[in-house]
């Protein structure tokens, strides 16, 4: 029993104890002195009734026949690319409905291939692709957006295996806002310099106060910098963020700006939506000016 529990985040469900010899009553009676704890219907946490992480995710799985995925925000936050649902359900999808499971929410659907579907630590769950057009049904377009840039920073994706899973849920909600934000394709690998030129282009055009470039505040060089109003401005780009590593360092960099708002944008914003860039930065130095 503990060593399928080990393996499982520290769970294991009423089949798997039945497997390893321990009856109804031998459950009971494991409940009774807490040896075992109710996680779900018939699963349980072994020896402690604090779920440690991930619990929650291996529990739910064993909670269905093994048909069903992890999906939505729970397959999400595995795969990094955004915040695990704050009410602690977690999202599962499957062929067919087994019905409710108070914790759980079930998604039913009517295609679930091979190629959307995955394994992570032991852990079945949707593809990272499949998984973004799952959310693009229920995200906000900034949340969609900023979940499409954490699956490419992970280099979770690659744009044909987007794409394809995008033809595959052809009429499915969802589809077409992220083919909208795809547009005619993922990413140019776009320098910082040529995001910064880009970004002139947008200050100039909406007659926004000309900021300082590349101007050092502290340790640090920021991108754009408007000094009195103590707004910055930093761009990403892929080519510069190849790797985890300076994603991470910029957001402890952003921490470490706190004298002034970071406003951070992507090329793909800067380039297809030039007027919500605009319009960001120009509230922002009505905001800090008194205007």
Same mark, same amino acid.
Request: with cysteine; glycine share 8%.
């Given at each position: 029993?503990?060593?399928?529990?080990?393996?499982?985040?520290?769970?294991?469900?009423?089949?798997?104890?039945?497997?390893?010899?321990?009856?109804?009553?031998?459950?009971?009676?494991?409940?009774?002195?807490?040896?075992?704890?109710?996680?779900?219907?018939?699963?349980?946490?072994?020896?402690?009734?604090?779920?440690?992480?991930?619990?929650?995710?291996?529990?739910?799985?064993?909670?269905?026949?093994?048909?069903?995925?992890?999906?939505?925000?729970?397959?999400?936050?595995?795969?990094?690319?955004?915040?695990?649902?704050?009410?602690?359900?977690?999202?599962? *999808?499957?062929?067919?409905?087994?019905?409710?499971?108070?914790?759980?929410?079930?998604?039913?659907?009517?295609?679930?291939?091979?190629?959307?579907? !995955?394994?992570?630590?032991?852990?079945?769950?949707?593809?990272?692709?499949?998984?973004?057009?799952?959310?693009?049904?229920?995200?906000?377009?900034?949340?969609?957006?900023?979940?499409?840039?954490?699956?490419?920073?992970?280099?979770?994706?690659?744009?044909?295996?987007?794409?394809?899973?995008?033809?595959?849920?052809?009429?499915?909600?969802?589809?077409? &806002?992220?083919?909208?934000?795809?547009?005619?394709?993922?990413?140019?690998?776009?320098? !910082?310099?040529?995001?910064? !030129?880009?970004?002139?282009?947008?200050?100039?055009?909406?007659?926004?106060?000309?900021?300082?470039?590349?101007?050092?505040?502290?340790?640090?060089?920021?991108?754009?910098?408007?000094?009195?109003?103590?707004?910055?401005?930093?761009?990403?780009?892929?080519?510069?963020?190849?790797? !985890?590593?300076?994603?991470?360092?910029?957001?402890?960099?952003?921490?470490?700006?706190?004298?002034?708002?970071?406003? &951070?944008?992507?090329?793909?914003?800067? *380039?297809?939506?030039?007027?919500?860039?605009?319009?960001?930065?120009?509230?922002?130095?009505?905001?800090?000016?008194?205007?």
């Amino acid at each position: 029993m503990a060593w399928v529990a080990e393996r499982q985040a520290g769970t294991i469900s009423a089949a798997q104890l039945q497997i390893c010899g321990i009856t109804r009553s031998g459950i009971r009676h494991r409940l009774a002195h807490g040896r075992l704890h109710l996680l779900y219907r018939a699963v349980f946490l072994v020896g402690h009734a604090a779920a440690p992480d991930a619990a929650r995710q291996y529990g739910a799985i064993l909670a269905y026949p093994p048909d069903v995925l992890l999906a939505l925000a729970s397959a999400g936050a595995s795969w990094g690319m955004c915040d695990d649902d704050p009410s602690g359900t977690v999202h599962v *999808t499957g062929l067919v409905n087994h019905g409710p499971t108070p914790g759980i929410c079930f998604h039913r659907t009517r295609l679930l291939p091979r190629a959307d579907r !995955r394994s992570k630590n032991g852990l079945p769950l949707t593809s990272p692709a499949r998984t973004l057009i799952d959310l693009a049904a229920t995200m906000t377009e900034r949340e969609l957006e900023r979940a499409l840039d954490e699956a490419l920073i992970r280099r979770l994706l690659r744009e044909r295996d987007l794409r394809a899973a995008l033809d595959r849920s052809r009429g499915r909600a969802g589809v077409g &806002r992220l083919r909208a934000l795809i547009g005619d394709g993922l990413d140019n690998g776009a320098t !910082r310099s040529e995001a910064e !030129r880009a970004f002139r282009r947008i200050v100039r055009a909406a007659e926004l106060p000309s900021p300082q470039y590349n101007e050092p505040v502290g340790r640090y060089v920021v991108d754009a910098l408007w000094r009195e109003e103590r707004l910055a401005v930093e761009l990403d780009s892929y080519r510069f963020h190849g790797s !985890r590593i300076p994603f991470e360092a910029d957001r402890v960099r952003d921490a470490d700006l706190t004298e002034y708002t970071v406003r &951070r944008f992507t090329w793909r914003r800067l *380039t297809r939506n030039p007027e919500a860039v605009a319009a960001t930065v120009a509230r922002e130095l009505a905001l800090r000016s008194g205007g």
